[in-house]
């Protein structure tokens, strides 16, 4: 099977998750590429798009939640989205590659190259099979104007909002977020800390605002600093993503009991040895905690999608959410020493994520083509 992959930096979950189905499709021994389509048309195009993406939601999270909340309004307009229209451009970049690159199936864990793949199919173009990957527990904004093959949402209990909208229920396959196979590695807390060379006898909290550090995490972080990092039994680790600002600002207070990393690729092993995870509610970094089976306080929501993946986690018994004016500290130090409350999550994660979503959309992909 040739499969390509079609995904874009806005927000590190969609480049993740399609990275995940990349690795489990060439361990199977297919060929699979990866790109962002735009980089076809130019470097520059793609790069402006995901660091626009990136810098709205480092600095100004509440634009990016106002614009989500027009696109919500937009949907119900009897005509097709910007974003569609936008997109035409790509068509004939995309058939150029097609010609030079012919594949079997296009993965898509990203709205816009499905909807560059729906302008093609809509303009007659003649096209491989299509599968979108929905990366948050919420059917977004103009999914339901694409028109692809299949449509992989992260749980059953997601159908009605994604028919509610238009799509098929033929069409939906119930498979999860895929993940990075180091996520469903048996490793223990343990061998987790010795691995990372951590203290066996603290209580770890690894606080992270996804790939960016965006939202109001450094406000979370600040609380977190200023109460917890005097004590002995607490140990902060702190992940500022492509966060450079935050990044350097952190490093220069060099606090005993507080580790700083900027990104790091063992991200499965900190999951792990941690006690807590404090997190905005991404869709791809909730999925991957909970695939480590690692409690979770969300916390510095980015206003749309963010919420209800919130919503969805809370409502299962994945995490419990604060608010910055709530009593953020209080809570942290009840989910580190309530050891009930922290396996009723746990056990409620194991119900109710797909850690193997990987290897079932891979399977859906085989089944497509034949």
């Known amino acids: 099977m040739d499969a390509l ?3 874009c930096g806005t927000g590190g979950g969609h480049n993740s998750a399609g990275k995940a189905i990349l690795q489990e499709l060439e361990r199977r021994g297919h060929h699979a590429e990866m790109l962002n389509p735009y980089s076809l048309r130019s470097e520059r195009l793609s790069e402006k798009i995901d660091s626009t993406y990136i810098s709205t939601v480092q600095h100004v999270p509440d634009v990016f939640g106002a614009a989500y ?23 004939h970049v995309m058939e150029e ?21 729906t302008n093609m199919k809509l303009h007659g173009s003649r096209i491989p099979k299509t599968m979108f990957i929905a990366t948050d527990y919420v059917c977004i904004p103009f999914t339901e104007e694409t028109i692809c093959d299949a449509y992989v949402i992260p749980a059953e209990d997601l ?22 196979s180091s996520f469903t590695r048996g ?5 987790a800390r010795t691995a990372l060379g951590l203290d066996q006898s603290k ?11 965006g939202g109001g995490i450094e406000k979370v972080i600040d609380r977190l600093i200023a109460d917890l990092s005097r004590r002995e039994d607490i140990g902060l680790i702190l992940l500022c993503g492509s966060n450079e600002k935050l990044f350097e600002k952190l490093s220069r207070q060099a606090l005993p009991g507080v580790t ?29 905690a909970a695939v480590c089976n690692t409690p979770i306080l969300h916390i510095a929501a980015i206003p749309g999608c963010e919420s209800f993946n919130a919503d969805y986690f809370s409502d299962h018994g994945m995490s419990v959410s604060c608010d910055l004016k709530d ?21 409620c994660q194991k119900k109710t994520i797909h850690p193997n979503a990987a290897a079932d959309i891979c399977d859906l992909a085989e089944a497509m083509i034949g």
């Open 327 to 347: 009593n953020l500290t209080g809570r942290v130090l009840e989910l580190l020493e309530n050891a009930k409350l922290a396996e009723e999550m746990i056990d």
């Open 159 to 180: 159908s009605r909002d994604f028919t509610g909208r238009g799509i098929p229920k033929g069409k939906l396959y119930p498979l999860g977020i895929p993940v990075n």
């Open 97 to 117: 590659y097609f010609r030079e690159h012919p594949v079997d199936i296009v993965i898509m864990p990203h709205l816009f190259p499905a909807e560059i793949m």
């Open 260 to 288: 700083v990393l900027s990104s790091t690729d063992r991200m499965a092993t900190y999951l792990r040895a941690s006690d807590l995870f404090v997190t905005k509610p991404g869709g791809l970094s909730s999925t991957e």
């Open 187 to 191: 490793e223990t807390r343990g061998q």
């Open 5 to 7: 992959i079609l995904s």
């Open 203 to 213: 209580k770890y909290v690894l606080v992270a605002g996804g790939s960016m550090g």
């Open 69 to 91: 909340k027009l696109g919500d309004l937009y949907r119900h307009l009897p005509f097709r989205s910007p974003v569609y229209s936008i997109n035409r451009g790509m068509h």
